[in-house]
């Protein structure tokens, strides 16, 4: 055994070891003496792994991305929501649930193998330099961009703020054109609002970070604005919304509940254990409410579409929910890692969970290929999607019911 795989085997039976006397510790008072021989057996396997790989794998392969592999498994192992993050992938991590990154502005996906663009962002950067829908990245900052590399192109457009980028993109005409902007705050509306006749309005909520219960109470106030007065419905469009942030969705549901509880959840430790109740004051003052889910419908998009059902306080339409009933907490290690780990199943009003279940709607209502629109852009069709004409012919046979005199 070579002399940096012993080091490895001396720092691993400690920590199998330390993790063994802890544990037993609480439940026993100290650790059995078998207890330690099969905690050092387990560090033995794992060193025995660690340097059969470094001697007989075909490329070679250094400690750190051994230890690492070895982590990353460790976690993936457990659930298919728990997961190792390194410091990009934490950092993009943060990113999605606060809302707001640093870059240009651009939302991109690898189609056929390159790096395009699926939209820019109103008033960014790339938006303001003439980037369009379509346009392929080639190069950023002077480095050729490969198929297959979209997560190292994002990284690359991210950086400090104020500082420089250039951008090559090659447009439909094969024109290749160079762009040079500056780095700058960036914010993605999660909420899409859209006023559906003159006293009906529909929001959609495409992810749940920390802003979005902030930007869809200015929605509906903007859309009550439009219609000179308190809405007679609104549809909330949930549909391929694959959750985020519970807190937000805690936050989304009180917006509508004047009381009860919106969602429970039970774990191993006492953070992990956990109730969220409705505070007075619902901004539709008690008019119909409608939540559009489908199989994309997940995690905190379940618990407000389960909230509202189960308060009766909205009409759930569409097709059966995802059924992940899991609450995955980001923990933070040295060097700008983390962990993502499930920590906690929770459970709706009714103390249904709806793991691998998910939530049933009222009115079953197939998908319409095409809707919602993905980008969130362009004027919602309710001709043509099926599920949001029920939607809207529900909300106007339905009574309104406001509590005070518009």
Do not use: C, W
């Not at 934490?90 to 606060?98: F, G, L």
């Not at 109470?217 to 942030?245: F, I, T, Y």
């Not at 929910?321 to 923990?331: A, E, H, R, S, Y």
């Amino acid at each position: 055994m070579s002399l940096k795989t012993r080091a490895i085997l001396v720092v691993v039976v400690g920590v199998v070891l330390g993790f063994s006397l802890s544990f037993s510790g609480q439940i026993m008072g100290g650790a059995a003496p078998d207890q330690d021989a099969l905690a050092l057996e387990r560090a033995r396997q794992l060193a025995e792994v660690l340097e059969l790989v470094q001697q007989d794998y075909v490329e070679s392969v250094d400690d750190t991305t051994l230890l690492e592999s070895a982590i990353r498994g460790m976690v993936s192992d457990l659930d298919a929501h728990s997961q190792y993050l390194n410091a990009s992938e934490y950092r993009d991590i943060r990113a999605s649930t606060t809302g707001s990154y640093t870059g240009v502005g651009i939302e991109v996906d690898e189609v056929d193998g390159a790096v395009t663009v699926v939209a820019p962002i109103a008033g960014s950067p790339a938006a303001r330099a003439g980037i369009r829908g379509g346009d392929q990245i080639v190069a950023v900052n002077g480095t050729q961009i490969q198929g297959g590399n979209l997560r190292q192109t994002i990284g690359h457009l991210r950086g400090h703020v104020g500082t420089r980028v250039s951008l090559t993109v090659l447009r439909d005409d094969e024109r290749k054109i160079d762009y040079e902007m500056r780095r700058q705050r960036i914010h993605v509306a999660s909420v899409h609002k859209e006023l559906l006749g003159p006293a009906f309005g529909y929001v959609r909520v495409s992810q749940f970070t920390e802003s979005t219960s902030t930007e869809l109470g200015k929605a509906v106030d903007e859309l009550q604005h439009q219609s000179d007065g308190m809405l007679d419905g609104l549809v909330l469009d949930l549909r391929n919304n694959p959750g985020g942030v519970l807190d937000a969705a805690v936050d989304v549901s009180d917006l509508f509940l004047d009381s009860g509880l919106i969602v429970a959840a039970d774990g191993r430790t006492t953070d992990a254990r956990f109730t969220r109740s409705a505070h007075q004051g619902d901004i539709l003052d008690g008019a119909s409410l409608v939540v559009l889910v489908n199989n994309g419908s997940a995690s905190a998009s379940e618990i407000v579409a389960g909230a509202l059902q189960d308060h009766r306080r909205a009409l759930v339409l569409g097709t059966a929910t995802f059924g992940k009933g899991l609450v995955q907490t980001v923990m933070p290690l040295s060097r700008g890692r983390a962990i993502k780990l499930t920590t906690s199943r929770y459970y709706t009003p009714s103390g249904d969970s709806i793991h691998d279940v998910g939530i049933t709607p009222d009115i079953l209502v197939e998908d319409t290929p095409g809707f919602p629109d993905s980008s969130l852009s362009g004027v919602t069709n309710r001709d043509a999607d099926t599920q949001l004409a029920e939607a809207m012919e529900y909300l106007q046979v339905t009574p309104v019911m406001h509590s005070k005199a518009r």
